[in-house]
């Protein structure tokens, strides 16, 4: 009895220990730290010799059939021409609408003035508006070969444009993109050719830009066709959405850059990758800026963030990227493969991009740096790409390049230590 | 109750008190200063008593006085729980914070008529504080905003191990083995803003606390007169470091002599008075620079006991008490020692003719002042509970 009542109490005091509110006190001010006890941060910028070789640049993984989007220029950067082609599908067969309660389908309808929906995604020509023409596209093509000279290049088929970059019939419509555009642009197709749109045989548009200079990527493009069911009011109108999805591909001329010898090349179309080897394991100086002292490996300070730094340089063709990219570092265990060596896992701390203002992109690998400090038996090539989590296309149309002179840039926190009282 | 069951409790309540007691956070803002602050492993009655260390005629589970436990009747436990709530102020500092915590646990085994052995655990310094304070340094070309925290967790406990022997009728004897454990750790964290995409740093220091140290003591119980003494040291505190960066440090822990008296001036009423000196300055010439050195300390406490209530059919003593104690360490070598004050009262309900008690006790004390730079109050509760095994 004694003893449950014992344990019991025990309980108690245990219970009412935990449950108290325990706080340490805390003074403030420098002068309440003891002598030692203030950290010392630094930072250390490392120049290229000392840890970064460019092993080789490479491109094609990935090609215009790959991308989402669809570019349209017009001599942009003096030299690129890129058309959207699109064909769209999901035309009704029969409309189905509500008349004094009662649901009807009609075969019969006739197609309205329908509006074609473009959502921009970027323009580089910010400042002065631009004109997009829509045309009907005279000649048949392939959305998964299509280039600027050929209508159809698959395995053992190639059938040249009559005209290159899409042989064009008439212009169909066309609409204007402001000086202060919004994401979206509408264009109004007359009836007659949306009607010649929803012909199966149709061979779809083709998208261009009318002004010299100007460059449009556009994130999707939506047919909305409003059609009259025959047999209802003349004031019935229903609208249906057709899209693109599968049926577009951006052609264009020239081909995208390869990267000039050591320049680093990454993403683009064609997905460029540059191969690297890091040698992170550096030693920094042991003490406070303005004191001399023998430097330490980075296991025995506190890395608060170790960086890439690259700086960008102008990439020729009009292959610039006006969005952004974005840039991962992944791990390459065989590097001598090049061109099809093998990407691992990706080892930035954070996501990088590359914003075509950026003076400078800032490639995060603290954990990195940690690791390879602690582990030396562990590769030390890696793959620059432009990727996006989850899909295989490439992010953007345009590529960046990276002067090879990149720097190490580590910010560190030498351990404090107070001597005992 | 067995004495295995006594083990078991007594094993349960240690564990208890460590993990307990390792998170503790500090009781004064003098926890920052020299080894931290002395702490007095003493159950709730003592402190209701003023914090009297020893001096009452009746056996019971002692730190402090290796003989007290002769004449326990069976195997026993104590176990005390404290809370306190401070508010502190330090010159420009100010500080309220509230600290629970196990000071003291003790069990006692009698064996023959005239031995008793006893092992307890008990705090012995407290170094739990921290300091804050917001900066900022050129990073990268830019200006980034800092916070930057030092922090001191840990403290020295002593686990004490002693017999005691009656001599004579009236004459109790006592000795014990102290072993000095615990630990330091210090933690130096450097936090930068979230936009600055710099990651923050911890850096660490950890010491152990070693040593080795003696005590003895004696009682002598009068018909109503009762006297006890006790004297403690000889032990070399070590900070072993724990890791490659810091050295270890030795600190000569001071020779503790304290007398006691108690005398029942009434048939339910107690008077208990005690003294304590204790020569913190050995550590003076250990301690470095600029800390404020240390200084021998006294201590006098005094309380009244009165045993004439009772409560459905228990005796419930009621006491009142008070004491005097310089603390060893100052806050700065510009200022003056500190000093505390306190005035106690408490109660206890006594089960099964002494088998089991219960004791509560309440302080509200007072530390330093003006010319200290240092200035706390604080209120103290305590909860101990005793039990033996017959």
Same mark, same amino acid.
């Given at each position: 009895?004694?003893?449950?009542?014992?344990?019991?109490?025990?309980?108690?005091?245990?219970?009412a220990?935990?449950?108290?509110?325990?706080?340490?006190?805390?003074?403030?001010?420098?002068?309440?730290?003891?002598?030692?006890?203030?950290?010392?941060?630094?930072?250390?910028?490392?120049?290229?010799?000392?840890?970064?070789?460019?092993?080789?640049?490479?491109?094609?993984?990935?090609?215009?059939?790959?991308?989402?989007?669809?570019?349209?220029?017009?001599?942009?950067?003096?030299?690129?021409?890129?058309?959207?082609?699109?064909?769209?599908?999901?035309?009704?067969?029969?409309v189905?609408?509500?008349?004094?309660?009662?649901?009807?389908?009609?075969?019969?309808?006739?197609?309205?003035?329908?509006?074609?929906?473009?959502?921009?995604?970027?323009?580089?020509?910010?400042?002065?508006?631009?004109?997009?023409?829509?045309?009907?596209?005279?000649q048949?093509?392939?959305?998964?070969?299509?280039?600027?000279?050929?209508?159809?290049?698959?395995?053992?088929?190639?059938?040249?444009?009559?005209?290159?970059?899409?042989?064009?019939?008439?212009?169909?419509?066309?609409?204007?993109?402001?000086?202060?555009?919004?994401?979206?642009?509408?264009?109004?197709?007359?009836?007659?050719?949306?009607?010649?749109?929803?012909?199966?045989?149709?061979?779809?548009?083709?998208?261009t830009?009318?002004?010299?200079?100007?460059?449009?990527?556009?994130?999707d493009?939506?047919?909305?066709?409003?059609?009259?069911?025959?047999?209802?009011?003349?004031d019935?109108?229903?609208?249906?959405?057709?899209?693109?999805?599968?049926?577009?591909?951006?052609?264009?001329?020239?081909?995208?850059?390869?990267a000039?010898?050591g320049?680093?090349?990454? /993403?683009?179309?064609?997905?460029?990758?540059?191969?690297?080897?890091?040698?992170?394991?550096?030693?920094?100086?042991?003490?406070?800026?303005?004191?001399t002292?023998?430097?330490?490996?980075?296991?025995?300070v506190?890395?608060?963030?170790?960086?890439?730094?690259?700086?960008?340089?102008?990439?020729?063709?009009?292959?610039?990227?006006?969005n952004?990219?974005?840039?991962?570092?992944?791990l390459?265990?065989?590097?001598?493969?090049?061109?099809?060596?093998?990407?691992?896992?990706?080892?930035?701390?954070?996501?990088?991009?590359f914003?075509?203002?950026?003076?400078?992109?800032?490639?995060?690998?603290?954990?990195?740096?940690?690791?390879?400090?602690?582990?030396?038996?562990?590769?030390?090539?890696?793959?620059?790409?432009?990727?996006?989590?989850?899909?295989?296309?490439?992010p953007?149309?345009?590529?960046?390049?990276?002067?090879?002179?990149?720097?190490?840039?580590?910010?560190?926190?030498l351990?404090?230590?107070?001597?005992?009282? | 109750?067995?004495?295995?069951?006594?083990?078991?409790?007594?094993?349960?309540?240690?564990?208890? *008190?460590?993990?307990?007691?390792?998170?503790?956070?500090?009781?004064?803002?003098?926890?920052?200063?020299?080894?931290?602050?002395?702490?007095?492993?003493?159950?709730?009655?003592?402190?209701?008593?003023?914090?009297?260390?020893? /001096?009452?005629?009746?056996?019971?589970?002692?730190?402090?006085?290796p003989?007290?436990?002769?004449?326990?009747?069976?195997?026993?436990?104590?176990?005390?729980?404290?809370?306190?709530?401070?508010?502190?102020?330090?010159?420009?500092?100010?500080?309220? &914070?509230?600290?629970?915590?196990?000071?003291?646990?003790?069990?006692?085994?009698?064996?023959?008529?005239?031995?008793?052995?006893?092992?307890?655990?008990?705090a012995?310094?407290?170094?739990?504080?921290?300091?804050?304070?917001?900066?900022?340094?050129?990073?990268?070309?830019?200006?980034?905003e800092?916070?930057?925290?030092?922090? *001191?967790?840990?403290?020295?406990?002593?686990?004490?191990?002693?017999?005691?022997?009656r001599?004579?009728?009236?004459l109790?004897?006592?000795?014990?083995?102290?072993?000095?454990?615990?630990?330091?750790?210090?933690?130096?964290?450097?936090?930068?803003?979230?936009?600055?995409?710099?990651?923050?740093?911890?850096t660490?220091? *950890?010491?152990?606390w070693?040593?080795?140290? &003696?005590?003895? /003591?004696?009682?002598?119980?009068?018909?109503?007169?009762?006297?006890?003494?006790?004297?403690?040291?000889?032990?070399?505190?070590?900070?072993?470091?724990?890791?490659?960066?810091?050295?270890?440090?030795?600190?000569?822990?001071?020779?503790?002599?304290?007398?006691g008296?108690?005398?029942?001036?009434? $048939? $339910?009423?107690?008077?208990?008075?005690?003294?304590?000196?204790?020569?913190?300055?050995?550590?003076?010439?250990?301690?470095?620079?600029?800390?404020g050195?240390?200084?021998?300390?006294?201590?006098?406490?005094?309380?009244?006991?009165?045993?004439?209530?009772? &409560?459905?059919?228990?005796?419930?003593?009621?006491?009142l008490?008070?004491?005097?104690t310089?603390?060893?360490?100052?806050?700065?070598?510009?200022?003056?020692?500190?000093?505390?004050?306190?005035?106690?009262?408490?109660?206890?309900?006594?089960?099964?003719?002494?088998?089991?008690?219960?004791?509560l006790?309440?302080?509200r004390?007072?530390?330093?002042?003006?010319a200290?730079?240092?200035?706390? *109050? &604080?209120?103290?509760v305590?909860?101990?509970?005793?039990?033996?095994?017959?």
């Amino acid at each position: 009895m004694r003893f449950r009542f014992l344990s019991g109490l025990l309980a108690v005091m245990a219970l009412a220990t935990a449950a108290c509110s325990d706080e340490i006190p805390t003074l403030e001010g420098d002068e309440q730290f003891p002598p030692g006890g203030i950290s010392v941060t630094r930072e250390v910028i490392i120049p290229a010799g000392q840890f970064f070789r460019t092993l080789g640049s490479f491109s094609g993984y990935t090609d215009a059939a790959d991308a989402p989007y669809l570019v349209v220029a017009n001599r942009y950067g003096g030299e690129l021409d890129a058309h959207g082609l699109t064909r769209f599908r999901g035309f009704p067969r029969t409309v189905t609408y509500v008349r004094n309660g009662v649901s009807k389908s009609d075969a019969a309808f006739t197609y309205l003035d329908s509006r074609l929906v473009l959502g921009v995604d970027s323009t580089a020509s910010a400042g002065r508006p631009f004109t997009v023409q829509v045309w009907e596209a005279a000649q048949r093509w392939d959305a998964g070969s299509a280039t600027w000279t050929n209508a159809v290049d698959t395995t053992g088929v190639r059938t040249p444009w009559v005209e290159p970059g899409g042989t064009r019939g008439p212009l169909l419509a066309q609409g204007t993109y402001g000086v202060n555009g919004g994401d979206s642009l509408v264009i109004t197709l007359p009836a007659a050719v949306v009607a010649r749109l929803a012909d199966t045989l149709s061979n779809g548009v083709v998208l261009t830009v009318a002004e010299t200079g100007a460059r449009l990527e556009l994130s999707d493009i939506l047919l909305r066709a409003a059609v009259r069911p025959d047999s209802a009011i003349p004031d019935t109108t229903i609208i249906f959405t057709t899209s693109s999805a599968g049926q577009r591909v951006t052609v264009y001329t020239p081909e995208q850059p390869d990267a000039p010898a050591g320049i680093i090349a990454v /993403g683009g179309i064609r997905s460029a990758r540059t191969l690297l080897e890091l040698d992170l394991e550096q030693t920094v100086p042991g003490c406070a800026v303005g004191q001399t002292c023998p430097d330490v490996d980075l296991t025995t300070v506190q890395l608060n963030q170790v960086a890439i730094l690259l700086r960008p340089t102008a990439v020729p063709r009009g292959f610039g990227a006006p969005n952004t990219v974005p840039i991962a570092l992944r791990l390459v265990d065989e590097p001598e493969l090049g061109r099809v060596a093998p990407v691992g896992q990706t080892v930035l701390d954070a996501d990088a991009n590359f914003a075509g203002g950026d003076s400078v992109v800032v490639l995060p690998v603290t954990n990195l740096a940690r690791t390879l400090a602690a582990n030396d038996s562990l590769p030390r090539t890696f793959a620059l790409v432009s990727e996006l989590s989850g899909t295989d296309a490439p992010p953007t149309f345009g590529v960046a390049f990276f002067d090879p002179d990149a720097r190490l840039r580590i910010v560190y926190t030498l351990p404090a230590r107070r001597p005992l009282p | 109750m067995t004495r295995a069951r006594i083990l078991g409790a007594a094993a349960a309540a240690v564990a208890l *008190s460590v993990a307990f007691a390792g998170a503790a956070p500090a009781q004064s803002l003098l926890s920052a200063r020299g080894l931290g602050l002395p702490l007095e492993p003493v159950d709730a009655r003592a402190r209701a008593l003023g914090g009297l260390p020893l /001096g009452l005629p009746d056996p019971q589970m002692s730190l402090i006085n290796p003989a007290s436990a002769v004449g326990l009747p069976a195997a026993g436990l104590a176990v005390t729980f404290q809370g306190d709530e401070v508010t502190g102020v330090a010159g420009d500092q100010a500080d309220d &914070f509230t600290t629970s915590r196990f000071p003291v646990i003790q069990v006692a085994f009698p064996f023959g008529e005239r031995w008793v052995g006893t092992l307890g655990y008990g705090a012995v310094l407290d170094q739990n504080w921290s300091a804050t304070r917001n900066d900022s340094i050129d990073i990268a070309g830019s200006r980034l905003e800092i916070v930057d925290r030092f922090r *001191s967790n840990g403290g020295v406990a002593r686990l004490r191990a002693g017999a005691g022997y009656r001599v004579l009728p009236r004459l109790d004897v006592g000795a014990a083995l102290d072993v000095y454990t615990g630990a330091l750790r210090d933690s130096v964290f450097r936090l930068f803003s979230a936009t600055s995409g710099l990651g923050s740093s911890l850096t660490g220091t *950890s010491y152990e606390w070693q040593g080795l140290g &003696f005590s003895a /003591g004696a009682r002598w119980r009068g018909d109503a007169f009762s006297a006890s003494a006790a004297v403690s040291g000889g032990a070399t505190l070590t900070a072993e470091a724990q890791d490659s960066g810091v050295v270890s440090k030795d600190y000569t822990l001071p020779v503790q002599v304290d007398v006691g008296a108690s005398a029942r001036i009434a $048939q $339910q009423a107690l008077v208990a008075v005690s003294a304590r000196w204790a020569g913190w300055s050995s550590v003076d010439e250990e301690l470095a620079a600029g800390s404020g050195g240390a200084r021998d300390v006294t201590q006098v406490a005094g309380g009244v006991e009165y045993e004439g209530f009772r &409560f459905i059919g228990r005796p419930v003593p009621v006491r009142l008490g008070g004491r005097m104690t310089q603390l060893p360490f100052r806050w700065d070598e510009g200022s003056e020692f500190v000093d505390e004050r306190a005035v106690t009262g408490g109660l206890g309900i006594v089960f099964g003719g002494g088998a089991a008690t219960l004791d509560l006790s309440a302080e509200r004390g007072w530390r330093g002042g003006d010319a200290a730079v240092l200035d706390e *109050s &604080f209120w103290r509760v305590s909860l101990s509970m005793a039990l033996l095994g017959r």
